[in-house]
């Protein structure tokens, strides 16, 4: 069973057009974010959400715009879609309520614009 | 916000040979995690560690958090060791962001 997983893995799309990716986590965390790596391999936080709540927006652009259905779920939906998007997201989950939480990892959501 | 550089950048070693990653953070943490990507982009969570030490396998991790460092060793290394080794920390309670640090390049030479 694949604790947090997104969908989907790989997205070729041209300049201009709107996608989304989805993210679930089945270890009953409270807490889900959205990371972004670049192609330097540094990895920021975008977003968090807790208990569908969100939390943390890293001044991140408005075409950007995270979803949470429920604890389970948080989508990310990326409008008008530039070069510069192009990158690796991560999405991840822990539990709540401490700093003494570890963090789990999907397995990433390999992003190209064209 | 918090600062966290990792050194060295880029490591290439052969297999057999133990490594010493490096941490440093600007500033107090309450949670610093290492991870290791693989070559395939996975990130898996390899130790929670805001102070102390810890042991796993051929891996151990110590966190001197009254210097602001951490570090990573890997012992007697394999190929599958390959990747990116990233230190992460948190400076306060509850649901704050984890910072990443700047990332070790790990390759492991047959």
Request: proline residues 4%; hydrophobic residues 30%; aromatic residues 12%.
């Amino acid at each position: 069973d694949t604790a947090v997983s997104q969908t989907p893995k790989y997205l070729v799309t041209q300049m201009g057009n709107d996608k989304s990716i989805k993210c679930e986590q089945n270890l009953g965390h409270d807490t889900m974010y959205w990371y972004k790596q670049d192609s330097k391999k540094f990895l920021k936080i975008m977003f968090s959400y807790n208990n569908k709540e969100l939390i943390i927006n890293e001044t991140v652009p408005n075409r950007f715009s995270p979803k949470s259905p429920d604890k389970a779920h948080l989508n990310l939906h990326i409008n008008s879609l530039e070069l510069g998007d192009s990158a690796v997201y991560f999405c991840a989950s822990s539990p709540a309520g401490t700093a003494k939480n570890t963090i789990y990892f999907g397995e990433g959501s390999w992003l190209t614009v064209v | 916000g918090i600062q966290v550089e990792q050194s060295p950048p880029d490591l290439i070693l052969q297999e057999g040979a133990n490594s010493t990653l490096r941490c440093n953070f600007s500033d107090s943490v309450n949670n610093l995690q290492w991870f290791h990507q693989n070559p395939w982009g996975q990130l898996i969570n390899l130790f929670y560690i805001p102070s102390g030490t810890k042991q796993n396998g051929r891996l151990s991790a110590t966190t001197v958090a009254t210097e602001r460092y951490s570090l990573l060793y890997i012992s007697s290394s394999q190929t599958t060791d390959s990747g990116v080794y990233f230190c992460a920390v948190k400076t306060g309670f509850g649901n704050e962001k984890l910072t990443f640090g700047t990332g070790t390049r790990l390759t492991i030479i047959p």
